[in-house]
């Protein structure tokens, strides 16, 4: 979603700002913009539709420069995808604004700033900031306290910075729902909506919390709480790579990063699984004394990350012996549920950032789950931050708006999870031993997995021109058939749909004929007999099946069927060894259909609006 960088600096910052927008690509967006302060005070502002390369070459052109800027990709919520709506947004040539979040108060706060003789030459609500803060500052006060004062009037979420053409030698930066990072340097300073925008220039980190509004310049820092009072933040020294934006010689991120996935859950497990078991408190200090009162489990996130928390949930029952729950957050946050007692809160999420998961976790906390956790691949992230517990996936970052591997080492913690719970609620001796064993193949697993590619480039070929799919699953293998189905459904645009296979019967039956693939995931477990008849079921009506299928579960390819083999795992780790070949074939569709793989229409990697 939307993406913010800005820098104070003595040396020219367009650069800076334009590589800090490529790293936040990956993000999603649709338009782009920068505004420059020189240090005689003259603003430059370039904005475009498309990609940050088109601004690039606009900024340029006019061989624009400043030694102090703001610059913002757009995700468009409230305005179409035009320039005049593409941030940053001035009022006056004086003050230039870029925002991540939604102004929720717009339309009443238009109103009035209307009736003061503002004219608004966009339809965002971000246009309101910049003259709500030029108004402040019409009533003689500084860009701090404008800014100070402004935010008080802002219903909604918002990460914004300010900028004044009168005094390039700050920018005033305010977080409420949308986070915001300051990168320190040395006589320069810099913020962004993500610290990935900053690794080329600072590792040094503050991270802001909500209600902070902070004035930066070239060599001071001064942060101010909600209340107005200076506080002191933590400053964090970052150990995400540099490099973490390169492709490492493949085509697109989402294909790296699918072979990434052996290290990366190999790098998850490591000393925290030793040879008969786990290493203690691998949750966070004191997180063995919490988890041994575990008695119900309610898990929430969104997208991908709900795939993992639904197949936890089949985990945490079977093994562990803990009952679950798991729900989406928009859904969870917006009614009233009933807390189970001893129960533990769970969000998952490879951003820490998902506006929605968020809003969930501060809701929990008020209304008497007994703790939270959360399991997270960005160390830092709000949701790390304001959780009881976390748990690092260590996926590394991924760049690829389609999560691959963040969701498999989501999974891998979840059978960490599994048997942490499990040890204080009757986890057999044989079920430990076998998920441990299971733990230790993972990684090797993954890689033999990946071995088998070669064949699913040549099934893509045959999806390309199909409109709709239809993916089953029994058992913990229905999340990964979600999971199956919404990766193809993002990367290509095939309308994929995912159902448990004993519903067959109950409605997408309709749907079967030969224009419909259908991709069944059928490894060797006690329901293989179960799927086997739903297989029948589609056969008999003409249906063209794609079976992903353990070799020991007697599939035989035919006119009707084509079976892959898919290497024979441990029970426990089958659904993490499935997701991968799913993955694949939704890498390869995409690429014979030509769409984006990396940053799919309309879709962002980072959702941090509801
Ligand atoms: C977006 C991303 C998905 C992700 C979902 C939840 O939709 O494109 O890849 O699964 O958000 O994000 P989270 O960061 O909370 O896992």
Known sequence: MCG?????????????????????????????????????????????????????????????LGSTGIAHTRWATHGGVTERNAHPHCSSERISVVHNGIIENYLALREALTQQGYTFTSDTDTETIAHTVHAEMQKGKSLLAAVQNSVKQFHGAYGTVVMDSEDPSRVVVARSGSPLVIGLGLGENFIASDQMALLPVTRRFIFLEEGDVAEITRREVSVYD????????????????????????????MLKEIHEQ?????????????????????????????????KHVQIIACGTSYHAGMTAR???????????????????????????????????????????????????????????????????????????????????????????????????????????????????????????????????KLEETLAITQGIEDLAEEFADKNHSLFLGRGDQYPIAMEGALKLKEISYIHAEAYASGELKHGPLALIDDEMPVIVVAPNNELLEKLKSNVEEVRA???????????????????????????????????????????????????????DVDQPRNLAKSVTVE
């Open 226 to 253: 909600a209340n107005g009072e200076p506080v002191k933040r933590e400053v964090i020294e970052s150990n995400i790579e540099h490099d973490a934006g390169d492709k490492g010689g493949c085509r697109h991120y």
């Open 262 to 294: 052996p290290t990366v859950v190999r790098n998850a497990l490591q000393n925290r699984l030793g040879e008969s078991g786990l290493v203690a408190d691998i949750f966070g200090a004191g997180a063995d004394d919490i988890l041994s009162k575990v």
């Open 541 to 595: 009506r003409g249906g063209i099946m794609y079976v992903f299928a353990d070799r020991d579960a007697r599939f035989a390819s035919d006119d009707t069927m084509r079976v892959i083999n898919v290497p024979h795992c441990e029970a426990p780790i089958a659904p993490i060894v499935y997701t991968l070949p799913l993955q694949l074939l939704s890498y390869y569709v995409a690429l014979i259909k030509g769409t």
């Open 314 to 444: 089949y985990w945490l029952e079977q093994y562990a012996n803990v009952s679950c729950n798991v729900e989406i957050a928009s859904e969870f946050r917006y009614r009233k549920s009933v807390v189970h007692q001893n129960s533990l809160l769970v969000t998952i999420s490879q951003s820490g950032e998902t506006a929605d998961t968020l809003a969930a976790l501060r809701l929990a906390k008020e209304v008497g789950y007994m703790a939270s956790l959360t399991i997270c691949n960005v160390p830092g992230s709000s949701l790390v931050r304001e959780s009881d517990l976390a748990f690092m996936t260590r996926a590394g970052a991924e760049i690829g708006v389609a999560s691959t591997k963040a969701f498999t080492t989501q999974l891998t913690a979840f059978l960490m999870l599994t048997l942490a719970v499990g040890k204080y609620n009757g986890l057999s001796e044989a079920d430990s031993s076998s998920i441990v064993k299971a733990l230790h193949s993972l990684p090797a």
């Open 4 to 64: 913010i960088v800005g820098a104070v600096a003595e040396r020219n910052v367009v650069e800076i700002l334009l590589e800090g927008l490529k790293r936040l690509e990956y993000r999603g967006y649709d338009s782009a913009g920068v505004a420059l302060l020189q240090p005689s005070g003259e603003l430059t502002r370039i904005r475009r539709t498309g990609k940050v390369q088109e601004l690039a070459d606009a900024v340029a052109e006019d061989s624009a």
